[in-house]
Every structure is written in C-alpha cells, then in structure tokens.
C-alpha cells in the first residue's frame, strides 16, 4: 500500500512540474516581443512553461486563445475560441453529413503552421461527441 501511495504522489509532483506558471519577468524578451507584436490587444494574459514551449493564455475581445511559442519566439501552435457561424463551408457539410441531430456547443480553431484544424463539441439530448476536422471538412483522428 505504502509503494502505491509513493508512486501517486511521485506521479502528482512531477505532473506539476512539467507545466510551471510563471510572471512575465520569466519571460524570454524574444518571446514576450513576438507575443505583444502579434496580439497587441491581448487582455488577461497568463504565462506558463511547459517543457521547451511557451504557453500563454489570453483573450482578445472575450475570446480564449492559447497560444505555444519556441525559446526564440517562434509561433509553434495557436488556439482559439470561435463561434460556430466561423466555421467553413467544408467543416459545416462534414457535421451535417456525420452528425444529424447534433448541435454544436464548442468550437476551437487550432493552427499549426498554414494548416487550420478544428476541434468540435457537439451535443444531442444526453449524448455528446467531441470531433477534430481540418480545413477541408476531413474527419482528422489528430488529438489536441
């Protein structure tokens, strides 16, 4: 009982470690200069260090963004809120097609270099159903 106990714990501590939040005086000034360059409207910034990765969450106009930067500032993955009139034509007809009867609740946007890919909650009654689908309405089986 006593090594179970040990191992959960070891496995809490460095969980906890693996992800720190950090002040903005932690961060790199290449990093913190291609941050306000690219979202100089940014509101309710958070910073955290995550392995190699800067990660830093914010809102623009209410809307939730995340966003993973490189030690020299290099943008690696950007995440953000929409609403689901935004979603693209293809994306739309793919939920419509696989989906009948589902609403949807949630929608991310993720970019990952030139390539859009779009996480999706939808909701029926008691059922719900999480869908990734990339720019050209193509089921992806890519987690985030």
């Known amino acids: 009982m006593k090594k179970i ?46 392995g190699d990765l800067y990660n830093v969450e914010f809102d623009i106009a209410r809307r939730d963004h995340e966003l993973w930067l490189t030690s020299k500032g290099g943008i690696v993955k950007h995440k953000k809120e929409l609403r689901s009139s935004e979603l693209p034509a293809a994306v739309l007809n793919t939920l419509k097609q696989n989906y009948k009867g589902f609403r949807i609740d949630d929608v991310d946007r993720y970019e990952e270099g030139k390539k859009f890919f779009y996480k999706i909650e939808l909701k029926k009654l008691l059922e719900e159903q999480k869908v990734i689908v990339d720019q050209n309405g193509k089921i992806s089986n890519k987690i985030y």
């Open 5 to 50: 106990l040990l191992f959960a714990v070891c496995l809490l501590i460095s969980g906890l470690s693996y992800a720190q939040d950090i002040t903005v005086s932690e961060v790199p000034p290449a990093v913190l200069n291609a941050f306000n360059k690219s979202f100089p409207k940014a509101t309710r910034v958070e910073w955290e260090r995550k």
